[in-house]
């Protein structure tokens, strides 16, 4: 880093917040994907003024700036791929004000999910996204990725929640976008726009979030199919239902095959089972409706159904989705996790074509997910050490995103589109789309300095 | 690929089954006291892995992070790839200090046992007032931060299993030197022999430890097999009480913090609760607590070679403590009553203890 630039970074958020150190140069390189490239330097600013300073000097001298919360996102959108400055958020980590009254809670950008979950308790309320990642990942990062979660087919994403936020824009002005009532249309809605735009666009440093009563029952069912194409009638037929559960996740028979080897859970090897919750108030209401989608999956031939009556056998039956990332995270040393996502009718279209695509490209793919929302999670697994089978991973994950695309879905339905997703970006969005992209980003960062190289928006 | 070092040997592919997710984030408590990344078990094992690319040298640059972690395993616990960060680390340090690499704190501390018996070099053994070396039934074995850091409660412990009546013998015992093994360098065999020896001289059947570290270096160190091949069995002191009733009680509020090196490495976590149960009728257990308990920043050498952060990372523990209200911290281990006692700050009244010497403290009023 250029030794002026470097004052001038300390000059703003102390020396003990500023690193050049190639330690922390490594570990800011990576985020959970396969990407990574380093960065000059990283930086601890402490509030907003500090954040637009940093953005102020960046724009005037054009280095790149990469916000970053924990690192756990899953494309590569953390990474600084041109170099440049990361700009850590997590130094921001308090909770500002939670009102029940109001129905909200104001964060900075660095507090960490659960930390917030752990607040908001002893209140009995929640912010329902619930991303698996939760325990780590900062708010900032859930809000500039739209992060979703287990939940989402009844509760919705990120999105849904965020009432306005205070953002950094690239040329250091500050601006407040929203409102704390709980509905707005006065003007356009900036706040949406900032929602998943991955840090390409300001850096946001104020979170007000719409917040809810957290639901005190559940009940949970479990079904085997032997087939997937039951499954996916069940899927949709529980919608018809009038029944939205508060999780129905899947699990393919690649997984469940792997889940056997790695464990002794002992799970039967059909081509998916489901896995469904209710949420409500009192465990008549949620047993009313977990009856109701168990009679779904009954008519239409579960293999095998059960129904869990105590703690403990609620946590049985959640143990294989429970351990299916853990499993499949050690079976090779490398591997991708997608989220390709479409409508509930392409579920097992998607499921099978999963399949073929692993046979087409002899890798191994195992999937699992959240069927409610239509969001499937295939984990490709292989050798990052093999260029053979890197060629192979790529090739099959180029067939996934055009699978989904061609099935009405989406490249990406909460991990984003950062490096990995960039080169299929015109596969799902027209050219007047991407235009009309392009120009945003124009608008907000002329000077192209705030998380350059990312999401397909440079031609 | 032949590999240049001898970590990658061992470790090369659970090194790269590391996945970046940064579970350990949550419950590292280098990363909880810094935040900084780079001290992460995350950042650990990038840099390690570009160590095996060839992308950086294994040297210098790289003590701050690899010489500053606990030994503490709760990433390992919560790691979905399974990497056992702790053992992986301690390989590299030895590594590292073959290639002239090491923290200047470790460096002196092998020095020290070279020359010395304990890791403070402290030429006067604290007698306490015992006889040593003689024939019992039991061998009471204190480690050098009771010996030498934390009297009271030693003395305190040694008085406890007087007032139980047990036959015990103090030796002249010399470091377990376990902790070299940690830090880059090997066990002295002469210290273990010298330790062996006396042990098998007061022909005791049984060696009671009051650090959880010496307990895993006795029982698990190819160094100490003698003892067991004698037929030696070696228990730490809260294994050793479960069996006895004290016949008093506190209603003061009690909570329990568990050594990484009694809990997380040996399992040991229900002898000393159903201890604690028997004296406090008020017993709390903190947030984070037996598999998932947060570290106390004294292990690994890091209260020594990085103070200022081994204390913060106490002081977020004692948080947990204010948290749950109570007056009373109890744990079996004397690095983790000597770091948290000394990271309370004036405000906080609660009050630090090794379990025995609260025992023993009531057993004294009681009388
Ligand atoms: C095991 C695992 C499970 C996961 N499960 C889920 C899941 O269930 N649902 C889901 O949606 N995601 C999931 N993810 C992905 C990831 O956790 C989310 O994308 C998360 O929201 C990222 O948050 P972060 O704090 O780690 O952000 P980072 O990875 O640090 O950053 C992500 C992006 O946000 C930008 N950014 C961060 N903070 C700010 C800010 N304050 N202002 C502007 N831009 C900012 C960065 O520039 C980057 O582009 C998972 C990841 C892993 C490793
Ligand atoms: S939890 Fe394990 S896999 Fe995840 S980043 Fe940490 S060491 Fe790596
Ligand atoms: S062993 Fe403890 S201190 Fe070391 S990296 Fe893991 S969690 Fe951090």
Redesign the interface.
Known sequence: MDEKIKQALIEIVGKENYTDSLIDMVSFSYDASEHSHRPACAVWPSDADQVAKILRLANSEKIPVIPRGAGTGLSGMAVPIKGGIILDLSHMNRIVKISIEDRLAVVKPGVVYVDLEKALEPFGFFFPPDPASGKVSTLGGNVATNAGGLKGAKYGTTRDYVLGLQVVLPDGRIMRTGSKAMKSVSGYDLTRLFVGSEGTLGVVTEITLKINPKPTATSTALATFDSLADAGNAINQIMHSGIIPSALEILGRETLAAINENTDLNLPEVDAMLLAETDGYTREETDYQIKKVIQVFEENNAREVKQARTDKEVEDLWAARKSAYAVLARIKTHFVLEDVTVPMTHIAELLKGVEEISRRHDIQIATFGHAGDGNLHPQILYDGYDQEQVRRMEAASADLFKLAIDLDGTLTGEHGIGLAKAPYMTLEHDPVAMDVMRHVKKMFDPNNILNPGKMGLEE | MESKYEFEEKYR?QI??C?????C??VCPVYGAT??????A??KM??LK?VMDGK?GLDD??I??LFQCTTCANCFHNC???VDVPEIIKAVRQDMVRAGSCHPAFEGMNEVLEKHTNIYAEDEPEDFERVRNRKAEYVYFIGCVGSYREDEPTMAALDLLDRLKVDYTLIDEVCCSGVLEDVGFSIKEHLAEKNMALILETGAGTVITGCPYCFRTFNDKLQYSRLREAGVKVVHITQFLQDFGFGVKTDKRVTYHDPCDLGRHCGIYEEPRNTIRKIATDFVEMPDNRENALCCGAGGGVRGAYAKNSIAMARRRLEQVEEVGAEIVLTECNSCVHNLANAKLRRQKFRVYSTTEFINELMEEAE
């Not at chain 2, 996945?19 to 579970?23: E, K, L, T, V």
Request: charged share 25%; hydrophobic share 35%; glycine share 10%.
């Open positions: 592919e790269l089954k996945s970046r997710c940064g579970f984030q949550a935040l900084r990344p780079a001290l992460n995350r950042g990038l840099l570009e950086i640059q790289l701050e992070t979905p790839s399974g």
